[in-house]
């Protein structure tokens, strides 16, 4: 998935609207002041340049959330990454760099963006999506740690679970989305992997939860008892998961998550210059170190278009 890319497809509908053509010169140009500030200014560091054996990423995790509801024991501090969003996660933390010691496992597509030979393989669990059972979900990503662990002894693990990132799990949040559908006639889209719930004659569709905040349908109180729910979840698993694997952990996150409480955004903005946005936790859990090793890069598997596109729709990416 290239970004940026200018194909003919699009330079004819920028010829039919120069309007549209015109925003889009625009935003790039903005883009690159914005790329420029955050270089000079934020300082972000590579999380995979670390020492660890283990990296856990929670996907749009924020630290005071994850402080808060934290179950586990080590060493918590905050660390400022090098992305506001994922695709900037990935890109800034491999570009040009090559690590041939480390595994990624991971559901979440934005890694598309990246040269199969940055790491010895990637392990794409959103290839694994049919209808209802969606390859971003925690115990698929789960399922395919435990086992790349197994089989990858001596390689670095990253195992990045896209909880608590939208949408969100759990009975509250489905209660809730069924009730914002119903009273507000809205309907969210592509959700039915989480039980929510639509209305027929919607007279809007939302993407999910975070939108229904920021149009005023829910409260900030509500929403981030959704988030909490999500991120408890996702706590379950990486629980299990520390309980099978040797080494020395990090938990940290590709990036936070605002609530309209960072520059008035709601998610989170590739090259946003809210250093809020890119404050994660970072929390050091001590272990018998592995022997890890550098081998030559393994061919991950190909997937199709239309299955990167729909979950790049089911997480609100598009």
Not at 117 to 132: C, L, P, R
Not at 138 to 155: G, I, Q, V
Not at 188 to 209: C, N, P, W
Request: aromatic residues 12%; contains cysteine.
């Amino acid at each position: 998935m290239s970004e940026g890319k200018y194909t003919i497809k699009k330079l004819k509908k920028a010829t039919r609207n120069p309007e549209i053509f015109k925003n889009h010169i625009y935003n790039q140009i903005q883009t690159l002041k914005n790329k420029t500030i955050i270089k000079q200014v934020y300082n972000g560091e590579n999380f995979i340049q670390k020492d660890w054996d283990n990296l856990i990423v929670l996907d749009a995790c924020r630290p005071d959330f994850f402080k808060k509801y934290n179950p586990f024991e080590g060493e918590f501090s905050q660390k400022v990454s090098l992305g506001a969003s994922s695709p900037e996660f990935f890109s800034y933390n491999f570009r040009k760099r090559q690590f041939h010691d480390t595994v990624y496992v991971t559901g979440n597509t934005n890694i598309e963006r990246i040269s199969e030979d940055s790491v010895h393989k990637i392990i794409k669990t959103y290839a694994e999506t049919n209808g209802v059972n969606k390859g971003w979900l925690p115990e698929t990503t789960f399922e395919h740690a435990l086992r790349t662990y197994n089989e990858y002894p001596d390689k670095r693990m990253v195992v990045h679970f896209m909880q608590p990132h939208a949408p969100y799990l759990g009975d509250h949040a489905k209660k809730l989305r069924r009730r914002v559908a119903k009273r507000h006639q809205v309907r969210f889209r592509y959700m039915d992997v989480i039980g929510a719930e639509t209305q027929k004659d919607a007279d809007e569709h939302i993407r999910s939860l975070i939108d229904a905040f920021k149009y005023g349908y829910i409260s900030q109180e509500q929403l981030g008892k959704v988030y909490a729910e999500n991120l408890r979840i996702v706590f379950e698993y990486v629980e299990e998961l520390l309980r099978d694997i040797d080494g020395k952990t990090v938990i940290t996150s590709d990036h936070s998550e605002s609530f309209g409480d960072f520059n008035g955004i709601y998610g989170h903005k590739d090259y946003s210059l809210s250093k809020k946005l890119r404050e994660v936790p970072w929390l050091v859990i001590d272990g018998d170190r592995r022997d890890t090793y550098s081998d030559p890069p393994v061919e991950s598997a190909s997937i199709d278009e239309s299955i990167i596109h729909e979950n790049l729709r089911d997480l609100g990416y598009m």
